[in-house]
């Protein structure tokens, strides 16, 4: 079989800028390695806000690339943070289509001999043929994450194995709950969560305790507490928050945001689309391809008005751990958190009496 044949560049794209900009730092280390110095390694910023940035960052590549090193030998040119190859207004402008033309031209006469090319852009329209090319072309590398579970599970575990841990049962599902698709902080959770086991198994405490719920802008715990039925816990709850000089507002949006969720999973399993219990909810998926089309442009956009946007497991936890109220509670919870919300904005001074108020009425026997 022949040799396969030399690329003239090196292209990594994705839809997470965090994973593209980190591969990329350590691709143009990789590649850096043998420039003998400084003046032989140049990185170009790629990111354009508008059309004329475009022609900017496109000009001062094609300079780079064309410029000779200073002692001789091989360069290394980075352009970085590309953002105009994705479906934006900018993206589809046609004097972008024409600079991506050019862009390509100049990647076309790379001499990868001479000088060693790579390119980093994130978001990026795969449908398009400059990004086409690319794949055929180059040294061509896909960074996965964006809003894949199954793409940031791996981020994940690639993190932890990097830092010589594992999880215990349930905490990797809890982390990509409560992160979300923010893989940066993802990563930084992991190496926070690596440094506290301090080489041995992070378990699902360690995680509710230590990582935010950054994914769901939530306030854990006085959810919970209410959620649970605990008045006592809720109380308690409410006066922590209050004492530090918090505010009611996001507080009473967690809830909502809980028991809107809750009332769909209600509705879902009263009409026997959907079964929750401890071990989680089970049947969401054939539910949400007969429901799904019903949230309209919704659909695809993570957020409590949509139950089929939430995490699975994230789900199992909100349900799993007490029988779920019957659907007039949760409505009647619902009316209680608009009337609270009525209430803090006539008595804006006492935002902490309103909500232990309402706590009482939903909760006390």
């Not at 001499?111 to 060693?116: G, H, I, K, S």
């Given at each position: 079989?022949?040799?396969?044949?030399?690329?003239?560049?090196?292209?990594?794209?994705?839809?997470?800028?965090?994973?593209?900009?980190?591969?990329?730092?350590?691709?143009?280390?990789?590649?850096?390695?043998?420039?003998?110095?400084?003046?032989?390694?140049?990185?170009v910023s790629g990111f354009a806000a508008n059309v004329d940035e475009v022609g900017a960052a496109v000009n001062r590549f094609r300079?780079?690339?064309?410029?000779?090193?200073?002692?001789?030998?091989?360069?290394?040119?980075?352009?970085?943070?590309?953002?105009?190859?994705?479906?934006?207004?900018?993206?589809?402008?046609?004097?972008?289509?024409?600079?991506?033309?050019?862009?390509?031209?100049?990647?076309?006469?790379?001499?990868?001999?001479?000088?060693?090319?790579?390119?980093?852009?994130?978001?990026?329209?795969?449908?398009?043929?400059?990004?086409?090319?690319?794949?055929?072309?180059?040294?061509?590398?896909?960074?996965?994450?964006?809003?894949?579970?199954?793409?940031?599970?791996?981020?994940?575990?690639?993190?932890?194995?990097?830092?010589?841990?594992?999880?215990?049962?349930?905490?990797?599902?809890?982390?990509?709950?409560?992160?979300?698709?923010?893989?940066?902080?993802?990563?930084?959770?992991?190496?926070?969560?690596?440094?506290?086991?301090?080489?041995?198994?992070?378990?699902?405490?360690?995680?509710?305790?230590?990582?935010?719920?950054?994914?769901?802008?939530?306030?854990?715990?006085?959810?919970?507490?209410?959620?649970?039925?605990?008045?006592?816990?809720?109380?308690e709850a409410l006066r922590r928050h209050f004492f530090v000089g918090g505010d009611a507002r996001p507080v009473l949006a967690a809830?909502?945001?809980?028991?809107?969720?809750?009332?769909?999973?209600?509705?879902?399993?009263?009409?026997?689309?959907?079964?929750?219990?401890?071990?989680?909810?089970?049947?969401?998926?054939?539910?949400?391809?007969?429901?799904?089309?019903?949230?309209?442009?919704?659909?695809?956009?993570?957020?409590s008005f949509n139950v089929f946007t939430q995490h699975p497991y994230y789900l199992g936890r909100l349900a799993g751990a007490a029988?779920?109220?019957?659907?007039?509670?949760?409505?009647?919870?619902?009316?209680?958190?608009?009337?609270?919300?009525?209430?803090?904005?006539?008595?804006?001074?006492?935002?902490?009496?309103?909500?232990?108020?309402?706590?009482?009425?939903?909760?006390?026997?």
């Amino acid at each position: 079989m022949p040799p396969a044949p030399a690329r003239n560049f090196t292209f990594i794209c994705g839809q997470d800028d965090f994973l593209v900009g980190r591969m990329g730092r350590e691709r143009f280390e990789e590649l850096s390695g043998p420039a003998p110095d400084e003046f032989s390694r140049e990185i170009v910023s790629g990111f354009a806000a508008n059309v004329d940035e475009v022609g900017a960052a496109v000009n001062r590549f094609r300079e780079a690339v064309l410029t000779l090193p200073m002692f001789g030998g091989r360069r290394v040119v980075w352009l970085k943070d590309v953002n105009f190859l994705a479906d934006t207004v900018t993206g589809r402008a046609e004097t972008t289509v024409g600079l991506v033309g050019d862009l390509q031209q100049v990647l076309q006469s790379v001499d990868p001999a001479e000088t060693a090319v790579l390119v980093t852009a994130a978001p990026i329209d795969r449908r398009r043929s400059f990004a086409k090319w690319c794949e055929r072309s180059a040294d061509f590398v896909l960074a996965g994450a964006g809003e894949d579970s199954d793409a940031l599970a791996e981020v994940v575990g690639a993190e932890a194995r990097s830092a010589g841990v594992e999880f215990g049962p349930g905490a990797r599902e809890l982390l990509l709950a409560r992160t979300g698709a923010n893989t940066r902080l993802l990563v930084e959770e992991v190496h926070k969560l690596a440094a506290h086991a301090d080489g041995a198994v992070i378990d699902e405490a360690s995680v509710a305790l230590l990582t935010p719920n950054a994914a769901q802008g939530d306030f854990f715990e006085t959810a919970d507490a209410f959620f649970s039925g605990d008045l006592k816990w809720t109380l308690e709850a409410l006066r922590r928050h209050f004492f530090v000089g918090g505010d009611a507002r996001p507080v009473l949006a967690a809830l909502q945001n809980r028991n809107r969720i809750l009332i769909q999973l209600r509705a879902l399993a009263d009409a026997g689309d959907a079964s929750v219990g401890p071990g989680g909810v089970k049947g969401l998926a054939g539910a949400a391809e007969v429901y799904g089309a019903g949230y309209g442009d919704a659909a695809g956009e993570k957020s409590s008005f949509n139950v089929f946007t939430q995490h699975p497991y994230y789900l199992g936890r909100l349900a799993g751990a007490a029988p779920l109220p019957p659907l007039r509670r949760l409505i009647d919870n619902q009316r209680e958190f608009i009337d609270a919300f009525e209430e803090i904005i006539r008595r804006p001074d006492e935002q902490g009496d309103v909500l232990r108020d309402m706590a009482v009425r939903c909760l006390a026997p």
